[in-house]
């Protein structure tokens, strides 16, 4: 079992800047495939960015490309995702999961495991 902790949300303006953290449990992090999503109420769970074991591969949904920037600290179990030039629509709840399938999770929800509870992310206009 993985336990996972976001941190770092809140309420921002347009154009401003989070930065959300995802820590976990085990300390066999390294072998997991992280990945970030997000959900807005009323609408379906979104794929925002995912990123490798090793942090060498990384996805960003077309809608967050240039603007938002996944990484890891695997001494830290920890994975960030830097978020730029927020818009009214970025409001949502964020999750980060794990995947223990793959080496890299990539955009589809069913290759993880692991979620966390989330982490609220309100962009005001």
């Known amino acids: 079992q993985v336990q996972l902790v976001e941190s770092g949300g809140g309420l921002v303006q347009a154009g401003g800047s989070l930065r959300l953290s995802c820590a976990a449990s085990?300390?066999?992090?390294?072998?997991?495939?992280m990945g970030w999503f997000r959900q807005a109420p009323g609408k379906e769970r979104e794929s925002v960015a995912a990123?490798?074991?090793?942090?060498?591969?990384?996805y960003y949904a077309d809608s967050v490309k240039g603007r938002f920037t996944i990484s890891r600290d695997n001494a830290k179990r920890t994975v960030y995702l830097q978020m730029n030039s927020l818009k009214p629509e970025d409001t949502a709840v964020y999750l980060c999961?794990?995947?223990?399938?793959?080496?890299?999770?990539?955009?589809?929800?069913?290759?993880?495991?692991?979620w966390g509870q989330g982490t609220q992310v309100t962009v005001s206009s």
């Open positions: 999961a794990a995947s223990t399938q793959d080496q890299y999770g990539g955009s589809r929800s069913s290759r993880y495991d692991y």
């Open positions: 085990r300390r066999t992090f390294s072998s997991y495939a």
């Open positions: 990123i490798s074991r090793s942090g060498g591969i990384q």
